[in-house]
């Protein structure tokens, strides 16, 4: 990247001479372009459409860099959206008026054409000042890569008459030798010097390759010329002109058409804009702004519009070339723009006598590089053998756009594209939504429950089903789920849906998950949703709409974990086990087993209580360890990190009888989760000490204390051991 100095310090010579010297790299494109543009109106007018292209370069590009959005602030007019204007010329000189009298509707179809321009910029602002600018860039690539092959292919067929020619008295080869022979150069020009000016030398080459012809061989037919430029820059004839009684019936009756390319000259230019920012930023050293960008933006093809020029986008290829030649800032965007008003107002004689043919050839290369690269790279992976669906559906994506484009335009070419990738996406959406599909007994909670809770739930946790979801649960979607909730197997009395995978949730969502919420349970299955909270996003959502309004509810939880343990206490409660935490002798617990009176009475001796309120904190995360501690009453959840929160993940929850924080005691590295109460809690207290105590005083005491700790670690093992994997949903 170019360091912000290097930006700030050039000196006025260098930027100056730099961009004066990117302008006349990119000014074969533009003059052809201009051409490009005015071609429907035929070879008598094309020269209208290079002083429009120069109008745009210069005029437009004052107005696009005196705005201050970005370092080098550089535009013109570009490939696309020179066709579409082209194609609104095409469309408005079939109206009768033109038919009739050509001469006499130049003016009003001039003037419809600035109409358009104009608008498309009054959008781009309303763009910009709605702070839509980023949106630009977020058209599906397929979408994107199909128009981009679409205005390639159209600027090839638009060269291949020049090229071939082709005219009253049929095919001559030496406009192709000449087009060819420019592309040629321009091509190994960039391939073996990528620094260098690669579309000047093909036009130099071209330029010298048709002067040799022509002085060999006087009477070879070489193709026209540009031909005499109207003097000087067109003037802001829209303005004046818009109320004349033949221009507003004109424009009246063309008015869709104008709309209509209006509409999509602000999406492409803004596409086009906001994408080369982006792509820019790096070399110029500076982040893109893109709704700043599109409000100069459109304030330039306001203005442009005025002159019956040509659409304006930021010129990336305009900006490259500046930088190679020494320009950094807006000084030389400010060059390079007087620089076409110059070669406009001084320079039409020679721009005249350039040939078609060169300029036809130059813009072969334009068309070749304005082919989507990542459209070759499905190619690539097709030939390589690649036959995945989707490599499928981006490929017809494309293909659609491009064909689409060709044949009816740019804009059915973008809408088919996008109903096309609407399509792709809501069945995308709809096959991926169930992401996984498996029972309590394959995941069940990280609650450790007393033995006897235990044997009962691995008998009945089969009954507890899981669906994660993950995408957009929306109208095109929302039935899949309802459908899987319906073919649920008849021992299934908890159905669990995991959202938290879920992005989105529409109306359409919401209102069928409330449904679902009331059919199962008429049905005798409860509707259990994980990852939603009074809250959280999806809790708020399902509110905003209407939906799940009753408090308080006993079927929202923060996580999967969670909401399978709701599950597993509504089992032992039919199973007349309800106190799933019930008040339990130090005696009754695990750390006791295998040891008489006697040494009950010792341990209970040595073993403090200690009471905690809810919520409070016993340890965190990376304290030292003080001992280990067996529960009596209530339970503790053990979190992750050293500030619990409603949403934290947990590692486990503890009842009464078991034992936690043994494994801190034994090995010292200090509290690996933190310990918080779920409620009333009672517990006692072994610290490292007494341990110590006791192995000296009573060796077989220590010793059995040993065992069971290591029998409860070991029957945790177990347990995390035991889980068979999740069955995938396919």
Not at 330 to 350: D, K, M, S, Y
Request: hydrophobic share 50%; glycine share 10%.
């Amino acid at each position: 990247m170019i360091p912000a100095s290097a930006h700030a310090n050039a000196p006025w010579s260098t930027e100056l001479l730099g961009g004066a010297t990117g302008a006349v790299v990119m000014l074969a494109v533009v003059v052809t372009l201009g051409l490009l543009a005015y071609a429907p109106l035929g070879p008598a007018l094309a020269p209208q459409g290079v002083t429009a292209a120069l109008a745009t370069a210069g005029i437009g590009g004052l107005v696009f860099a005196l705005q201050r959005h970005q370092r080098l602030p550089v535009s013109g007019p570009s490939s696309a959206t020179a066709l579409i204007y082209a194609g609104l010329i095409a469309q408005l000189t079939a109206d009768p008026q033109w038919r009739a009298d050509p001469a006499a509707t130049l003016g009003p179809l001039l003037v419809a054409a600035g109409v358009a321009v104009s608008l498309s910029g009054v959008l781009q602002i309303a763009l910009a000042l709605l702070r839509l600018g980023r949106l630009a860039q977020y058209v599906p690539q397929p979408v994107l890569a199909g128009f981009m092959n679409g205005v390639s292919l159209l600027i090839l067929l638009a060269q291949v008459p020049v090229l071939l020619g082709t005219g009253p008295q049929g095919f001559h080869p030496a406009p192709l030798l000449v087009g060819l022979g420019a592309a040629a150069t321009t091509w190994v020009a960039a391939w073996r010097f990528p620094r260098a000016p690669a579309q000047l030398v093909g036009l130099a080459l071209g330029l010298a390759l048709h002067a040799a012809l022509q002085a060999t061989m006087p009477g070879l037919h070489l193709g026209p010329q540009v031909g005499a430029l109207p003097q000087g820059l067109p003037l802001p004839q829209v303005a004046w002109q818009l109320l004349a009684p033949e221009t507003a019936g004109f424009l009246a009756r063309q008015a869709p058409a104008v709309l209509t390319t209006a509409a999509v000259l602000a999406l492409i230019g803004a596409l086009e804009s906001v994408l080369g920012a982006l792509a820019l930023e790096q070399q110029v050293g500076s982040r893109a702004q893109p709704d700043a960008m599109l409000l100069s933006l459109g304030l330039a093809n306001l203005v442009v519009g005025l002159f019956s020029g040509l659409p304006s986008v930021l010129l990336r290829a305009r900006a490259l070339a500046t930088l190679q030649a020494g320009g950094r800032g807006r000084r030389a965007a400010l060059a390079g723009a007087a620089t076409f008003l110059l070669v406009a107002v001084a320079l039409g004689p020679l721009v005249a006598r350039l040939p078609v043919a060169v300029l036809a050839g130059i813009m072969l290369t334009v068309a070749v590089s304005l082919s989507d690269r990542w459209t070759r790279q499905l190619i690539d992976q097709w030939r390589s053998g690649e036959r995945s669906a989707d490599l499928w559906q981006s490929l017809a994506i494309v293909a659609v756009v491009c064909a689409v484009t060709v044949w009816q335009g740019f804009a059915l070419g973008v809408a088919a594209g996008c109903v096309v990738a609407l399509g792709v996406f809501v069945r995308g959406m709809n096959r991926s939504l169930v992401h996984a599909r498996y029972t309590a007994a394959a995941s069940p909670s990280r609650r450790m429950w007393p033995l006897a809770h235990e044997a009962r739930l691995q008998a009945g946790r089969e009954r507890v089903l899981v669906l994660e979801l993950e995408g957009a649960l929306f109208f095109g979607s929302a039935e899949r789920v309802a459908q899987a909730a319906s073919d649920l197997p008849a021992t299934v009395r908890w159905l669990v849906l995991d959202l938290r995978g879920v992005s989105m949730i529409d109306a359409t969502g919401a209102m069928v998950l409330q449904r679902l919420s009331t059919t199962l349970a008429d049905g005798g299955v409860q509707l259990l949703l994980a990852g939603v909270t009074a809250t959280n996003l999806h809790g708020r959502r399902l509110r905003a709409v209407g939906c799940f309004r009753d408090e308080p509810r006993d079927d929202w939880f923060p996580d999967v974990d969670r909401a399978t343990e709701a599950a597993e206490r509504r089992l032992l409660a039919e199973a007349g086990l309800a106190d799933a935490d019930p008040q339990l002798p130090l005696t009754d617990s695990t750390l006791c087993l295998g040891l008489d009176a006697a040494q009950l009475a010792l341990l209970a001796a040595r073993m403090p209580l200690r009471r905690l309120a809810p919520g409070e904190v016993l340890f965190r995360q990376g304290d030292a360890a003080d001992g280990l501690y067996v529960l009596t009453r209530g339970s503790v959840t053990i979190v992750a990190g050293r500030s619990p929160g409603q949403d934290q993940q947990r590692f486990g929850s503890l009842s009464v009888g078991m034992m936690l924080g043994e494994t801190a005691m034994l090995d010292g590295a200090g509290r690996s989760g933190t310990a918080v109460a779920d409620g009333e809690v009672e517990l006692r207290q072994l610290s490292l000490a007494t341990l110590d105590t006791l192995l000296a005083e009573q060796p077989a005491l220590a010793a059995q204390l040993h065992r069971n700790i290591a029998l409860h670690l070991s029957q945790r093992l177990r347990r995390s051991t035991q889980l068979r994997p999740r069955d995938n949903a396919g």
